[in-house]
């Protein structure tokens, strides 16, 4: 125990008190009255206030002083201050330092000729185990009666006690609330996850932040924008709780304008504004936008992804910077997660822009070319049949009636492929007879590549499929002209009937060309792809083979290539066999055979 004296401090022995008078027996039980009251009270007390008031009270009755207070450590632990005070406590500092021996030397300072004082003051430290957490200043201590500084002690070691466990209880409290905290943070970015991952346009994954930022952050407004293409501005696409009135000259932003989206935007980092004043002196030309909005912090928070700037949220806080910083805990994660969302929406809608834009120049080009080829072709063939004996006229004729049936072909492959690609494509589901159709086709395309021989099935039957017989047309034309134009003159096409399969019926057209390598096969399907090595031997656009599997897949049939053994390439394709015990069948095959 330390007791403070005139000629400075001294230490006494650490189980008693200074004594005085003879042990009083109706003060001792007083003081073992007090002991118990002390415990009582320390146990019912809820602050450290509370243990203070009780801890001055009880020191001294039990010590029978003038007065008693009591100072506690501040929550910072840069000092202690005083929060209790019983009987005379006058000319008591209000703060004292942390360290206890400085403490203590400002409690009761020495007298200037180095006696000691005219009653002894002591001054002894609170104990939380090792640790002080505050100082009991006895007034005219020296008066109490020997043998009772073994109370005292036990009234001391209850305080400490009582301060242990109101800090034990407190940071449970700030454990649970922190826990509290986290959890409810991981349920807003678990929530946050799955709306952004239900999210496809840019505007529906800054509404899903906005929400974030209001709902969850206690923010008073939002606004989420995007850069301008090129780079000339940055622009609003959406906002929440920001006045009306300022919402129209804010839709589109500059970056030559100085404010704290150009600011974040340029400089790749957040920028906070804490105050009116700090607007003032950041943003001096601008408008006061937090006297405007009652939000007197302002944040501006860049979204980017891959060092790509993909946007920037702007957000007014209700309450300052610091006290919103447990909130703002969630806002890192959650724009890191919106900026990866923001940056698929933008890529989604580049992929919409360019198929749109691709569907109408297909559209268009398909549609505008089919009068005039329709006119060259008929004219063509006109006058080849008027100048038949001018061979060279009638040459020229062939070559301009072949390459506008060629043109022609490649018109309706865009046009299917249009609508394949809007979804207005109409089937029909009728039965077809292969065997008839592809006679016709096979006698079509034997007069256009007259130096190929064409080898018509050889089986006999109806061979009834289920499809529209337009379509099945455009795919056998298809694959006999590829088949013809890639192949030397003079080399055979073969097409086949296989119905070996009960559900479906296939047809295979091979030919004797330079064939196809395994690997290259599901190339030979995509959109305008070409092989490299057949494409110096003819022209084409790399159409009719994807037209030609999505048609026969439409109908419900499959499509496949294979390289030959024998030499040569066999490209096929398979659709439903029609039912034979359909009841309306004799009248569909009625309305096929004609009168």
């Known amino acids: 125990m330390i007791r403070l004296a005139g000629g400075g401090l001294r230490r006494d022995a650490p189980d008693a008190l200074p004594t005085g008078r003879a042990a009083d027996p109706d003060l001792a039980a007083r003081a073992l009255a007090s002991v118990r009251a002390a415990h009582v009270a320390f146990a019912a007390a809820r602050t450290p206030t509370q243990v203070a008031d009780t801890l001055a009270r009880r020191a001294a009755a039990v010590t029978g002083a003038d ?143 906005v929400d974030l930022v209001i709902d969850d952050l206690g923010a008073g407004f939002a606004l989420v924008y995007v850069p301008e293409p090129g780079g000339a501005g940055h622009r609003l696409v959406h906002a929440r709780g920001y006045p009306a009135g300022l919402l129209l000259r804010e839709a589109t932003v500059p970056t030559s304008a100085r404010s704290p989206l150009t600011v974040a935007a340029t400089e790749r980092a957040p920028v906070d504004v804490a105050s009116e004043e700090d607007w003032r002196r950041l943003f001096p030309a601008s408008s006061n936008v937090p006297a405007m909005t009652g939000c007197p912090a302002i944040s501006a928070v860049p979204m980017q992804t891959g060092g790509e700037l993909r946007g920037v949220i702007v957000i007014g806080w209700r309450t300052s910077l610091n006290a919103s910083a447990p909130q703002r805990d969630l806002l890192a994660p959650a724009i890191d997660q919106a900026a990866q969302a923001l940056e698929r929406a933008m890529l989604h809608a580049q992929d919409e822009d360019a198929r749109r834009l691709q569907e109408a120049f297909v559209g268009v080009v398909s549609h505008e070319l089919r009068t005039p080829i329709t006119t060259i072709l008929a004219g063509s063939r006109l006058l080849r049949r008027r100048l038949g004996d001018d061979v060279r006229t009638a040459e020229l004729s062939e070559d301009i009636e072949a390459e506008a049936e060629r043109l022609s072909r490649i018109v309706d492959d865009l046009l299917v492929l249009t609508r394949l690609e809007r979804r207005h494509l109409a089937l029909g589901d009728d039965p077809v007879q292969l065997g008839h159709l592809l006679g016709r086709i096979v006698d079509s395309e034997a007069r256009r590549w007259p130096d190929h021989h064409f080898v018509r099935p050889q089986t006999r039957g109806t061979h009834l499929v289920r499809g529209d017989e337009t379509y099945i047309e455009q795919i056998v034309r298809n694959l006999a002209s590829n088949a013809a134009k890639y192949s030397p003159a003079g080399t055979t096409v073969t097409i086949e009937i296989d119905e070996t399969a009960e559900a479906e019926i296939v047809v295979r057209v091979m030919d004797q060309g330079a064939g196809i390598a395994p690997d290259e096969i599901e190339d030979l399907f995509s959109l305008f792809y070409r092989s490299p090595s057949t494409v110096g031997m003819a022209s084409g656009a790399g159409i009719g083979l994807f037209v030609s599997r999505r048609l026969a897949g439409e109908m419900g049939g499959r499509m496949w290539a294979r390289p030959r053994p024998e030499g040569g390439s066999e490209f096929g394709f398979s659709l439903d066999r029609y039912p034979m015990d359909d009841p309306d069948l004799d009248d569909d095959l009625g309305d096929i055979a004609g009168p």
């Not at 005379?88 to 206890?100: K, M, Q, V, Y």
């Not at 030397?105 to 007298?111: H, N």
């Open 67 to 209: 007065g008693a207070a009591v100072y506690l450590a501040t929550a910072d632990g840069a000092g202690m201050t005083i929060q209790a005070r019983q009987g005379d406590a006058s000319g008591l500092p209000e703060r004292l330092p942390a360290d206890p021996r400085a403490a203590i030397a400002r409690v009761v300072p020495e007298t200037e000729d180095g006696d000691e004082p005219s009653r002894d003051d002591l001054a002894i430290p609170i104990l939380d185990g090792d640790r002080s957490v505050g100082i009991l200043v006895i007034r005219g201590g020296g008066r109490a009666d020997g043998g009772l500084g073994a109370p005292l002690e036990l009234i001391l070691g209850m305080a400490g006690d009582a301060l242990e466990r109101l800090r034990l209880r407190a940071a449970s409290r700030s454990a649970s609330s922190d826990a509290g905290s986290a959890a409810g943070r991981l349920s807003s970015l678990s929530r946050l996850a799955a709306d952004l991952a239900g999210t496809a346009t840019i505007d529906e994954v800054a509404r899903t932040l």
